[in-house]
T-cell receptor
Framework: GDSVTQTEGQVTVSESKSLIINCTYS????????LFWYVRYPGEGLQLLLKVITAGQKGSSRGFEATYNKETTSFHLQKASVQESDSAVYYC????????????FGLGTRVSVFP | EAAVTQSPRNKVAVTGGKVTLSCNQTNNHNNMYWYRQDTGHGLRLIHYSYGAGSTEKGDIPDGYKASRPSQENFSLILELATPSQTSVYFCASGDRGALNERLFFGHGTKLSVL
């Protein structure tokens, strides 16, 4: 089957510091999975943050970056300098090319940024 | 911006009762999904649909039925609710093959089965 692992359930970081959220994946059914980061801000619905469909490429959005590393089966999310508004729950996910059968999500990482 | 609306936002049900969770999307997307989220499990796919009239089983379909009467509406039905179905349920829509394909999620429905 498919699985996504996020090792940190909760991360606390000070404003202007760097952030990295780890994500590794495993799939037995998808040769070339698409990888995603979704985010849920307080009071809002889950929304796409960034998506990468090709191994070796990097996706970026709102100052966040993630590189699709097929060798290490990782898709870590990073930001050089976080803001209080980045406080949210972040989910790593994988899916097939057309993900018609839905996505497989990690458990999520709650990020709290303090001023 | 694409919109997915779930109702109700909160629901308290009794064990053995019937519960219907509704989802409406104004995106004209073909695909719709129902997920549940529980501590320690992340989001898990219950049922999904490719279009009006179709429903497919996801990873954890037992105890749930789904109905897609139209392109816009996708319901999740618990015929005999159990306390183990206490969870937060998310509906999503997506368009297979679209250039900028992604899933659009509703705000979630918090269900408590007593």
């Amino acid at each position: 089957g498919d699985s996504v692992t996020q090792t940190e359930g909760q991360v606390t970081v000070s404003e202007s510091k760097s952030l990295i959220i780890n994500c590794t994946y495993s799939t037995t059914s998808i040769a070339y999975p698409n990888l995603f980061w979704y985010v849920r801000y307080p009071g809002e619905g889950l929304q796409l943050l960034l998506k990468v469909i090709t191994a070796g490429q990097k996706g970026s959005s709102r100052g966040f970056e993630a590189t699709y590393n097929k060798e290490t089966t990782s898709f870590h999310l990073q930001k050089a300098s976080v803001q209080e508004s980045d406080s949210a729950v972040y989910y790593c996910a994988l899916g097939e090319n057309n993900y018609a059968q839905g996505l497989t999500f990690g458990l999520g990482t709650r990020v709290s940024v303090f001023p | 911006e694409a919109a997915v609306t779930q109702s109700p936002r909160n629901k308290v049900a009794v064990t053995g009762g019937k519960v219907t969770l509704s989802c409406n999307q104004t995106n004209n997307h073909n695909n719709m999904y129902w997920y549940r989220q529980d501590t320690g499990h992340g989001l898990r796919l219950i049922h999904y649909s490719y279009g009006a009239g179709s429903t497919e089983k996801g990873d954890i379909p037992d105890g749930y039925k789904a109905s897609r009467p139209s392109q816009e509406n996708f319901s999740l039905i618990l015929e005999l609710a159990t306390p183990s179905q206490t969870s937060v349920y998310f509906c999503a829509s997506g368009d297979r093959g679209a250039l900028n394909e992604r899933l659009f999620f509703g705000h979630g429905t918090k269900l408590s089965v007593l």
